[in-house]
């Protein structure tokens, strides 16, 4: 786990959270509001993500399971109740923000789940390589996502009794669950933390449950709690590094002589060939040996031993080919002959193997992202296993298709549909053969999160302040390097001797001579508000960015 530093990705849940944190403290306007459902998207996005890399994870885990039952069942048991105690907590919250919205809208959770959430395919970590169907909320589609009455009586209730405190429970006993196998001296770097000090505007302490959702709007909630999922993803994924760095491949011993196919690959299409390598571990690779194989065959036997086809082995490992000329699943058995060193006589070993050959099947794989972005250009690459890259022609239901020289392909789609299909054919010996096609979701690209000298929200010294002179835009966590937004306009504003004093609107990002002056004659613990900050990405579309609310120090 490379000692525990931050991730890309747990900075960037913690740079949510204070925008989260900022944005609760002010009055919930519509821009206000429409921030949450982008911060809330953001993080579904990356939790979806996310999920694909633990359940890989998983699934490395269990091979070497598979390879070493002995050395490795005591710290895969522990990671597959790593992996039931974390399904469960996530399974509990996604369900608290199912009942979150049927008591906002004061309707079953029947009526709930019909209404506002839509079946997603996620990666199963119970079952490596499948997927499993998730309820996901389209939160912007809940007319009560301002209003927080409700919600705040089902979470806090009326002695404390609600479920935020119920849930404080189940991640403070997950939490110390996850360092019982990382360890205690990580404390500080695993979230899910609901025992420190809150206060509310007045100074009044508060506990962690009434600071986070008392007489807050459903969509805030929501907020929060993808942000407790995305602590959940991460604690769990550090558990199972950790037990997996406690396996050393190196220490795997082979203590008897056994035949091993290693094929090139188990599927493939008709008209290739099947290729693998069949070795004997431990042993001299100067040694020559011989192998018979006789295809159908579940074993060789003296009986059927004539029937079967030699190879010769090349410094050590014999190269199997077979024509694949029908579809469907494969059988072969064989024999490897060589000299045994230590008796002198001709030792057999046998082996088998399976492969697969199936029509050919089509990859549409986007190289940055899982959805394709308005107003990018969108790299992906168009694949076939066996098909040369040329030969490819592939078309799209909605958006523009543009073949670069690295032969992978930029995709644009409008900003006026959700989703669309690639499809493709390739011309195989003369023939169009039709490869599949893929769906894709169609998103607007996340709005940036505005700050100077790296600060959204807190303390700054003046000078450090003035040394920063500009407004900086910056997508947090996103992979295309080439996009960026612009700062058009803002306003700064500042109480002096109880009045409300403003700059007007300045134009685009850097401190002019009014700003600059603003900042000059500021003194010690005065608030200055950067408001109203408007953006414009390369799309044209201008988007109101995060406010800004420093104090000189």
């Known amino acids: 786990m490379a000692g525990y ?94 009942e979150l919205v049927a008591k906002s809208e004061r309707m079953s ?82 979230g899910l933390v609901t025992s420190g000090k809150y206060h509310d505007a007045t100074g009044t302490p508060q506990d962690w449950e009434y600071y986070n959702f008392y007489r807050t709007i459903l969509a805030a909630d929501i907020t929060i709690l993808n942000k407790i999922i995305a602590e959940v993803q991460t604690a769990e994924f550090d558990a199972i590094n950790r037990l997996y760095a406690n396996i050393s491949e190196k220490d795997f011993k082979f203590d008897n002589v056994a035949a091993k196919v290693i094929p090139k690959s188990t599927y493939i299409l008709a008209g290739q060939n099947y290729e693998a390598e069949v070795l004997v571990a431990a042993y001299d690779s100067k040694t020559q040996s011989e192998v018979k194989v006789l295809r159908g065959a579940d074993k060789i036997s003296d009986a059927n031993i004539g029937k079967a086809q030699v190879f010769e082995s090349e410094n050590g ?84 298709l543009t073949k670069k020289d690295d032969g992978t392909w930029d995709v644009e789609v409008p900003s006026t549909e959700k989703t669309t299909t690639i499809s493709a054919a390739a011309n195989i010996d003369g023939k169009m053969l039709t490869l599949g096609s893929f769906d894709f979701r169609i998103k607007r690209v996340p709005l940036p999160v505005a700050s100077i ?66 900042i000059n004659s500021a003194a010690r613990g005065q608030k200055l508000f950067f408001e109203r900050i408007q953006a414009k990405g390369p799309d044209g579309v201008m988007r109101t960015l995060n406010p800004i609310n420093l104090e000189i120090k």
């Open 453 to 518: 000298a790296g600060i959204t929200d807190g303390v700054i010294d003046k000078a450090k302040l003035l040394g920063a002179a500009a407004i900086i835009p910056e997508l947090v966590d996103f992979d295309f390097a080439d996009y960026y937004y612009e700062i058009v306009s803002y306003e700064l504003s500042t109480f002096r001797s109880g009045d409300l004093q403003t700059t007007g609107t300045i134009r685009g990002n850097r401190f002019n001579d009014v700003a600059t002056n603003f």
């Open 317 to 400: 490992t014999v190269k199997l080919q077979f024509p694949a000329t029908s579809t469907g699943p494969q059988r072969y058995a064989g024999i490897i002959e060589m000299l045994d060193p230590r008796t002198q006589e001709i030792a057999r070993y046998s082996f088998e193997g399976e492969y697969i050959v199936a029509p050919p099947a089509l990859t549409v794989a986007p190289l940055k992202m899982n959805v394709l972005y308005q107003g990018l250009k969108n790299p992906v690459a168009i694949t076939a296993p066996g098909i040369p890259t040329d030969k490819i022609i592939p078309t799209i239901t909605k958006g523009k």
């Open 5 to 98: 530093k931050e991730t890309p990705r747990q900075k960037m849940i913690g740079m949510m959270y204070l925008v989260l944190t900022a944005l609760l403290a002010l009055n919930v306007s519509k821009d206000i509001l429409d921030a949450f459902l982008v911060v809330n998207d953001s993080m579904e996005s990356t939790n979806e993500s996310f999920a694909t890399k633990i359940a890989s994870q998983y699934a490395r885990f269990e091979s070497q399971y598979n390879l070493n039952t002995a050395k490795v069942e005591d710290y895969w048991t522990t990671a597959k109740d790593v992996r039931q105690k974390s399904y469960d907590l996530i399974e509990y919250i996604d369900n608290l923000k199912v």
């Open 109 to 190: 959770t029947e009526e709930a789940l019909s209404t506002f959430f839509t079946k997603q395919e996620y990666p199963d970590q119970f079952n490596p390589g499948e997927v499993r169907e998730q309820y996901v909320l389209n939160l912007e589609l809940v007319p009560t996502k301002d209003k927080y009455d409700e919600t705040t009586n089902y979470l806090i209730g009326q002695n404390k009794n609600g479920k935020a405190y119920e849930l404080a429970i189940k991640m403070t006993e997950y939490r110390e669950y996850i360092l019982g196998i990382i360890g205690e001296q990580f404390a500080d770097k695993i």
